[in-house]
């Protein structure tokens, strides 16, 4: 963190040797086959800290105070009961989402994993601006890319633990100008690495913006403005803002629309999340839909009330199959689109060449 400038030009080097990529996932404990993951949750927490990000008081969350919303998870036996609780409910991995801005710990992770047996994939990237710390603040896209690229290679501060996903942060539809920074950085190291992206798309605290819903659709094209083809990215917190329009928007374009926010019915109704999965289905995209529940606080875990993270197969599942939703098509949403959406691209450096120009082609078609 405190040699960002320095970092620089090693990046540079390495960018033009970049082995190529194993076709395995990359968990807190090491590669496994994509096959070995099971059913995964796509977006969770296992230890985060938001209180300690530096600018927390920017937050707004109308008449709650900022104190009184952090993100805090670290009560290490809570969180292990629910995660044993989600695996005897058939759950086999987790993505966990605790980047630069909510204060993840890495090491503790990879002890919780080991203690349940769930492979967990960690994620590397930034939160949305008010949570980013210096001194990523005033770094360009390069210096933010050459940290990340860090991170991938090298592990989690000297932890040898490397994440297996990408992370981008928007606070709202338009997003700050530290953000798009953000969102090229992840979008270049991608390129070199070849994990995929997994966005945060609006923040649950600023829904009502969210609202409008295109949040979604400016982070896809900022990143492929940059050349990542879509097949690569996953629009995460879709249903914050469940517009139907947007969301098939979204899929035409080729990325993955991820419903990560169930069980959180303060946002949206579960009932409305099954009916927004549903209609996506019944339109051909049921390849591209994801699930999760986003536990990301000590209240949300059974030992406190919460509702854990086994709610989305327990409760949730259930409610698809009361849809009418078949066993196949379930199997779909919970494995073989995680296993598809996580596996690292190959040849990406080639790709993106040949993709930068398509892209160019497709957005000025989208234009006229
Ligand atoms: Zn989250």
Redesign the pocket.
Request: glycine share 8%; hydrophobic share 25%; aromatic share 0%.
């Given at each position: 963190m405190e040699s960002l400038r320095r970092r620089q030009p090693q990046i540079r080097a390495s960018s033009r040797s970049v082995e190529v990529p194993s076709p395995e996932i990359m968990t807190v404990r090491g590669t496994v086959p994509p096959e070995a993951l099971g059913t995964v949750a796509m977006?969770?927490?296992l230890w985060c800290d938001s209180l300690k990000a530096a600018g927390n008081e920017r937050h707004s969350y109308g008449t709650v105070t900022a104190t009184e919303n952090q993100?805090i998870l670290d009560d290490f036996e809570a969180v292990l009961q629910d995660l044993r609780r989600y695996k005897s409910a058939g759950g086999g991995s987790f993505v966990e989402?605790?980047v630069t801005g909510?204060y993840g710990d890495p090491a503790t992770v990879a002890r919780l994993s080991d203690a349940a047996d769930v492979h967990v994939i960690a994620a590397a990237g930034f939160y949305v601006d008010a949570a980013i710390p210096e001194p990523f603040r005033d770094a360009d896209v390069e210096q933010l890319t050459a940290f990340l690229y860090a991170v991938t290679t090298r592990g989690f501060d000297n932890t040898g633990i490397r994440p297996g996903v990408l992370k981008a942060s928007a606070s709202g539809p338009d997003l700050t100008a530290l953000e798009r920074r953000a969102h090229r950085a992840v979008a270049k190291v991608h390129l070199l690495t070849g994990l995929p992206v997994s966005t945060?798309s609006a923040s649950p605290s600023t829904r009502f913006e969210a609202a409008q819903g295109t949040g979604g659709l400016s982070q896809l094209d900022l990143l492929e403005d940059e050349g990542v083809d879509p097949s690569s990215v996953i629009i995460?917190h879709c249903d914050v803002a469940p517009d139907i329009r947007i969301h098939r928007r979204l899929a035409a374009r080729g990325c993955y629309i991820q419903y990560?926010c169930i069980g959180k019915e303060h946002y949206v109704s579960d009932t409305t999340r099954t009916e927004l999965i549903c209609a996506l289905i019944e339109k051909g995209f049921a390849n591209q839909i994801l699930l999760s529940s986003?536990r990301?606080r000590n209240s949300d875990l059974s030992s406190y009330g919460g509702l854990g993270y086994s709610y989305l197969l327990e409760v949730f599942v259930p409610m698809l199959r009361g849809q009418g939703l078949k066993e196949e098509v379930i199997h779909r949403l919970l494995i073989t689109n995680p296993a598809r959406a996580l596996t690292p691209t190959r040849n990406r450096e080639i790709g993106a060449t040949t993709y930068a120009g398509n892209y160019r082609r497709r957005r000025k078609r989208r234009e006229s």
């Open positions: 977006h969770e927490h993100a989402m605790s909510l945060h995460g990560d986003d990301c």
